[in-house]
């Protein structure tokens, strides 16, 4: 909502939107009044009280670490210096905490300060707005915080050595997760559509003069592939929420979805990073892609009332709407689609001067 206010601000001059990003900015600032530098997870914005639901003191890595860019902002904007400080001793701790070669777990105790030792590590749910947020913090701050460009480099390097396999018989990158099993941590080639939002950072990084600029457009433009193939691969022409990967060479198939993995939640991540590619080498491949998964949306999602997610990506007969439309259906899908196909000749909304934040909602980038 915070970004949501400050991006209407930036694109409409209104005041109005900058007054209420305020005001939702101090009823925020409770929640940096835990035992350590990580805030907790849950605020009253009425009585100004935060607290962790039933004593529950973990949450998200990434529900911390993806407040940068409109705590930044917004202090930028009003002037008043607690909003970016409080947000960036968060990165500061975060990148303190020891990680498997620059990869965190998915969970971090906000009354330790440290991790759970026992988390999933992965670029899904959890973590994957933390690697976004370090490279767009680094950009939107004027390229002055190198921590966080470090931070994000290693991560990936921990990435590609860890995460990253190829499956059969086609090759496709899959991009898994390390989880906790019995006899311990151990590879899982499972990934989540969540997780397809790491091509477009990877594009974005790689022109913002980065050492390893080539290599992460290669590794964005076939991770990206590969989502791509998560739609194409279904009846309906719509991911699933996640996939699993064949990594053994006799496998018939590159994809297989588990029944309770075949709902579609309109998510955005897949044609996020299908604008950035496009945007960066004007490619029409990620046009042709973009549309693909825009009919296929409009043949099996659409209602007489809206756009609803759905149950089943294999079944174009019976989908099973769920009669709901998410939030980020409106926020960023449709969002990056409509700029994925707006050949201006002046980009809207261009890359050298603005960042958007994991909702899509664009803020400006300060020298």
Known sequence: ?????????????????????????DRLMPAFSSASPVPLNAVNLRQLRAHSPAGYWETST??????????????????????????????????????????????????????RSSSTVSMGAGADSYYEYLLKTWLQTGR?????????????????????????????????????????PSFNARMEHLACYLGGTLALASRSGLSAAAEYMTLAERLTETCWHMYRHMPTGLSPDSVY???????????????????????????????????????????????????????????????????????????????????FWLAETLKYLYLLFSDNPTPLIPLDKFVFNTEAHPLPIYS
């Open 1 to 25: 909502m915070l970004g949501g206010l400050l991006g209407a601000y930036h694109l409409s001059a209104d005041a109005v939107f900058l007054r209420k990003a305020h005001e939702l900015g």
């Open 62 to 115: 990434s529900e911390v670490t993806t407040i940068q860019l409109e705590f930044v902002d917004l202090s930028r904007q009003t002037g008043d210096p607690r909003y970016e400080a409080a947000v960036m001793a968060v990165s500061r701790h975060v990148s303190s905490l020891p990680k498997k070669d620059g990869l965190v777990p998915v969970s971090i105790d906000a009354r330790s300060g440290r991790f």
């Open 144 to 184: 002055t915080h190198d921590f966080l460009r470090e931070d994000f480099e290693r991560g990936v390097e921990g990435m590609r050595t860890h995460l990253v396999q190829k499956s059969s018989p086609n090759g496709l990158l899959c991009l898994g997760e390390i989880a906790e099993g019995v006899r311990g």
């Open 245 to 327: 990967f064949n990594t053994i060479p006799s496998a018939v198939d590159d994809i297989y979805v588990r029944p309770t993995d075949a709902r579609n939640l309109q998510r955005p991540e897949t044609v996020e990073s299908l604008f950035y590619l496009y945007r960066l080498t004007g490619n029409k491949t990620y046009q042709d892609w973009g549309w693909a998964i825009f009919d296929a949306f409009n043949r099996h999602t659409r209602l007489p009332v809206g756009y609803s997610s759905i149950g089943d990506v294999k079944s174009p007969a019976s989908p099973k709407h769920r009669d709901k439309m998410e939030s």
